[in-house]
């Protein structure tokens, strides 16, 4: 029997996650090592962190910077835990519910029961890295393209 649900569920990585104690200084660092250029920043309360997007080059790959609001935050916790790094691996989807359900009837855990606000007006929702294989992979579904 084969599975008819669909295959490619991710459509390209759309950015990874770098856990960060001061976002000015990573911003400056990745600017003038790597020659990256920012290409987004914003405060996100909900998610309790400060994070720029530094564009890899012309690919449409970005590296999301993210430094803690609170010493509470999600990223304050990974930084006492782990230090700076490697926080998440986000994957583009077309439809996050979809993909979400697809997800679930698979058998993997998602952090939130619905979508949440990601950057630029996205919607997220994570992969528990217990079923992701240590991995927080992150779901983001782009906001619409704004009409010209």
């Given amino acids: 029997m084969t599975d008819a649900l669909p295959t490619d569920l991710f459509t390209a990585i759309d950015h990874v996650g770098i856990a960060v104690p001061d976002l000015d200084d990573a911003v400056a660092f ?23 997007m530094m564009g890899v080059g012309d690919s449409g790959s970005c590296i999301q910077l993210l430094a803690p609001l609170t010493p509470e935050s999600t990223i304050a916790k990974f930084l006492d835990r782990s230090g ?9 989807v077309d439809d996050l519910d979809a993909v979400s359900a697809t997800l679930r ?24 890295p217990k079923d992701a294989r240590g991995v927080l992979v992150e779901l983001v579904e782009p906001a619409p393209a704004a009409p010209h």
């Fill in 30 to 52: 990745y600017s003038a090592t790597y020659g990256m250029r920012m290409l987004h920043e914003e405060t996100n309360e909900e998610q309790g962190v400060r994070e720029a």
């Fill in 105 to 128: 009837e698979r058998g993997m855990r998602l952090l939130y029961p619905q979508a949440k606000r990601g950057t630029s007006g996205s919607r997220v929702n994570f992969i528990h």
């Fill in 84 to 92: 700076p790094g490697i926080q998440q691996l986000a994957y583009r």
